[in-house]
Nanobody
Framework: QVQLVESGGGLVQAGGSLRLSCAAS????????MGWFRQAPGKERELLAA????????YYADSMKGRFTISRDNAKHTVYLQMNSLKPEDTAVYYC????????????????WGRGTQVTVSS
């Protein structure tokens, strides 16, 4: 199994930035990619961005391009999501998850999940 712990969420004003972290432990060698998702109240969970462990290839949902950046530190088994120019509609619980198969753009490929971290953007 893989254990994931997110951190870095909080309250920020519109236009501000946050960097989320996701620390992975356990059978991380079986993981192909890591992804960041979010779920706002009353909405479906959406895949925002993903990155492969080995090559660092990235995927971004179209709506995230330009404001969010995903990166990884293989030595620390940690993936980051840098979020800039935050908007109130970015308010949600943010989750990281592991994918054991390609392509990383397919949300149903993600099988281990963290508990999430709350991000609240005030106007």
């Amino acid at each position: 199994q893989v254990q994931l712990v997110e951190s870095g969420g909080g309250l920020v004003q519109a236009g501000g930035s946050l960097r989320l972290s996701c620390a992975a432990s356990g059978r991380t060698f079986s993981s192909y990619a890591m992804g960041w998702f979010r779920q706002a109240p009353g909405k479906e969970r959406e895949l925002l961005a993903a990155i492969t462990w080995s090559t660092g290839y990235t995927y971004y949902a179209d709506s995230m391009k330009g404001r969010f950046t995903i990166s990884r530190d293989n030595a620390k088994h940690t993936v980051y999501l840098q979020m800039n120019s935050l908007k109130p509609e970015d308010t949600a619980v943010y989750y990281c998850a592991t994918s054991s198969s390609a392509p990383m753009s397919v949300a149903t490929h993600y099988d281990y999940w963290g508990r999430g971290t709350q991000v609240t953007v005030s106007s």
